[in-house]
Structure formats: structure tokens, C-alpha cells
């Protein structure tokens, strides 16, 4: 089966850097997927990792590690329209997406 | 260029009816992803179509179905509603699907069973 991990909620203060990890464990893999989801709104796709490493875009990084089952968003100079929910998601063998609950980021002043 | 769009956006239903929902890829998409959104069980995948065919299906009841058009258009439904079924069902499209690299959501179609 598919399990994902993610911390239920952050907190952060603007202008900080926040880590958001996720830790999964699936049958096949074919990449991770973040996504950031405003309360209300559609999931955002934010970044796409399928090798080992750190993608940077922006003010946000996404890094994967496929022999720990592991990978971290970092939010780098939060804003306060960075608060939202952030879904880790894996693709596994049969490329059908699993989605963690989500980490709900609090940023204040 | 246009996103995705769903409709209709709230819906109110009782236990037992059926229900069906729609969905306008971005144009030249041609695979589109259904989802539901829960409180509790978060974001699940339903099934995917690509020009016309179901690609992929989720771990969900037979009452829950879909089609494809030509024009890559699709329709969710659900059968024999339940209490359960009450969510946020979201719809999402890209280019050719696979490994959902990049998906853009729509607005979704909030559903409430009563």
C-alpha cells in the first residue's frame, strides 16, 4: 500500500525559513509532487522531484531522497500569503497519485 | 488561456439520488484526473481519462463513474448517493497525463449530501 507523512501544522514568522517534510512509503515510485492549497481555492502544483536532489524555484526548493522514503519543501523569505496547506504527493508504480493529508502553514507577523 | 472549469460549483443532493458533475480541461489538455477532497480522508484520486479511456482508477465504489468526450470534456457521477459522499470533488488537467507532472486543478464542485 501507499502511506505519506507530513506534519499537521507549522508556524512561521514572515521573512523566515520553514521546512515542510514528507516521508512516504509506496509500492513503485515515479515521483513526488508538492502542491500549495489557499483554504477555498484548487491545489497549485509547486514542484515535481522523481531524482535524488534539491530543485530550486524561487523562494521555493523541494528535495528528494529516494532511498530514505524522504523529501522537504523550503519556503525561504515567508510572506504572509504563504499561509496555506501544502500536500506532499507520491506517484507510485501504477502512476496513480497519493496525496498526504497536507501541512497547514501559519505564518504571522 | 482559460483554466480549468467545473460546474456547477455547489451542489445540494439527498441520499439516494445521483449526481453528475463537469469538467473543461484547459484546451489542448487531454487528460483529465478526478479527485475527491475530504476533511478527513484529504485529497483521493478517482480515476483519469485520456482521449476517451479510463487510464487510471482509484480504490472507490462502483458508483462512482466517469466519462471522457472528443473534446477532452468530462463528467463525473455518483450513483446512489450517500452521506459519505459529501466533499469537495475536484477535477484536474494536463498535457498527456502521465507521471502527473503537472496538473492544474479547477475550482471544484462542492457536494453536499443531506
Known amino acids: 500500500g501507499q502511506n505519506i507523512d507530513q506534519p499537521t501544522e507549522m508556524t512561521a514568522t514572515e521573512g523566515a525559513i520553514v521546512q515542510i517534510n514528507c516521508t512516504y512509503q509506496?509500492?513503485?515510485?515515479?515521483?513526488l509532487f508538492w502542491y500549495q492549497q489557499h483554504a477555498g481555492e484548487a491545489p497549485t502544483f509547486l514542484s515535481y522531484n522523481v531524482l535524488d536532489g534539491l530543485e530550486e524555484k524561487g523562494r521555493f526548493s523541494s528535495f528528494l531522497s529516494r532511498s530514505k522514503g524522504y523529501s522537504y519543501l523550503l519556503l525561504k523569505e515567508l510572506q504572509m500569503k504563504d499561509s496555506a496547506s501544502y500536500l506532499c504527493?507520491?506517484?507510485?508504480?501504477?502512476?496513480?497519485?497519493?496525496f498526504g493529508r497536507g501541512t497547514s502553514l501559519i505564518v504571522h507577523p | 488561456k482559460a483554466g480549468v472549469t467545473q460546474t456547477p460549483r455547489y451542489l445540494i443532493k439527498t441520499r439516494g439520488q445521483q449526481v453528475t458533475l463537469s469538467c473543461s480541461p484547459i484546451?489542448?489538455?487531454?487528460?483529465v484526473s478526478w479527485y475527491q477532497q475530504t476533511p478527513g480522508q484529504g485529497l483521493q484520486f478517482l480515476f483519469e481519462y485520456f482521449s476517451e479511456t479510463q487510464r487510471n482508477k482509484g480504490n472507490f465504489p462502483g458508483r462512482f463513474s466517469g466519462r471522457q468526450f472528443s473534446n477532452s470534456r468530462s463528467e463525473m457521477n455518483v450513483s446512489t448517493l450517500e452521506l459519505g459522499d459529501s466533499a469537495l470533488y475536484l477535477c484536474a488537467s494536463s498535457l498527456n497525463g502521465v507521471p502527473y507532472n503537472e496538473q492544474f486543478f479547477g475550482p471544484g464542485t462542492r457536494l453536499t449530501v443531506l
Open positions: 509506496t509500492s513503485g515510485f515515479n515521483g
Open positions: 484546451s489542448g489538455h487531454r487528460s
Open positions: 504527493a507520491v506517484s507510485g508504480g501504477s502512476y496513480i497519485p497519493t
